[in-house]
């Protein structure tokens, strides 16, 4: 299914790209496809990025944080880090103090959530083997 919603999307996508060709400038959307990794790299997880932002808001997914430290909601003016320039060690949350942790909250945390597809949550969907 998200392989055919991907071409199908990669061919608006390219129509549009002609019908405001110069007319505007995209913002950075990064890869299509992603394989995450932690410094250790000990279970890559496979992610294709613009499948889920062809059904998700980037604001599901990305956001930022404050002087304080505090969490701050995306915009689209945002600058777009890697997680773990803010998740690691030195967060003080230490449920969220790792790349691990946060990517599970966040991946897992909605395909969870999903219960008309129960196998989405299992490990090999990210983590193939
Ligand atoms: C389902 C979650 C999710 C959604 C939705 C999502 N992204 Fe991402 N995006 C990620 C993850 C995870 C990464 C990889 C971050 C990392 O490597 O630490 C990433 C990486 C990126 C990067 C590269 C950042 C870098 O420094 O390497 C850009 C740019 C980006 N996303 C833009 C967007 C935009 C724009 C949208 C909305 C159109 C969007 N993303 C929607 C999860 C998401
Ligand atoms: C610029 C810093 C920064 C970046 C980059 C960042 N986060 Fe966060 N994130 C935070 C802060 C700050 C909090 C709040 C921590 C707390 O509540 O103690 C947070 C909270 C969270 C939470 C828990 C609250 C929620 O929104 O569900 C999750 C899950 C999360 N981040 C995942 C991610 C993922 C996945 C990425 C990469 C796509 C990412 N974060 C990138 C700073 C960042
Ligand atoms: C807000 C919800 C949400 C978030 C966050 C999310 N996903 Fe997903 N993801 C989905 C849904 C829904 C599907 C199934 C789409 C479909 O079947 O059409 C999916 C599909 C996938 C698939 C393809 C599964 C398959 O076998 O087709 C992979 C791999 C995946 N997600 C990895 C990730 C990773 C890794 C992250 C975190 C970086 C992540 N997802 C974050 C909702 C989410
Ligand atoms: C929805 C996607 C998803 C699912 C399901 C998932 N993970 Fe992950 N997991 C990730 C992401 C993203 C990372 C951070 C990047 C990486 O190292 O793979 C991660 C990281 C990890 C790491 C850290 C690897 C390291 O190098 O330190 C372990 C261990 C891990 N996962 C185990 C599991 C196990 C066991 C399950 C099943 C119970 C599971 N994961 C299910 C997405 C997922």
């Known amino acids: 299914m998200i392989k055919k ?29 992603m394989v995450m990794k932690t410094a250790e790299g ?3 997880a496979k992610f294709p990025h613009k499948a889920h932002q062809d059904k998700l808001k980037c604001a599901d997914c990305h956001h ?8 701050v909601a995306y915009t689209d003016a945002l600058k777009i880090e890697k997680c773990d320039s803010c998740h690691n060690d030195k967060m003080a949350n230490t449920n969220l103090n790792d790349l691990k942790k946060a990517a599970h909250k966040n991946c897992k945390d909605c395909h969870a959530s999903q219960k008309d597809k ?12």
């Open 5 to 33: 919603s991907l071409i199908c999307c990669t061919a608006v996508a390219f129509a549009l790209s002609l019908a405001v060709a110069g007319a505007s400038l995209a913002a950075d959307k990064g890869p299509a496809e």
């Open 64 to 71: 930022g944080k404050d002087a304080a430290g505090k969490q």
């Open 42 to 44: 000990k279970k890559p």
């Open 118 to 129: 129960p196998n989405l949550n299992k490990c090999n969907t990210c983590h193939a083997k």
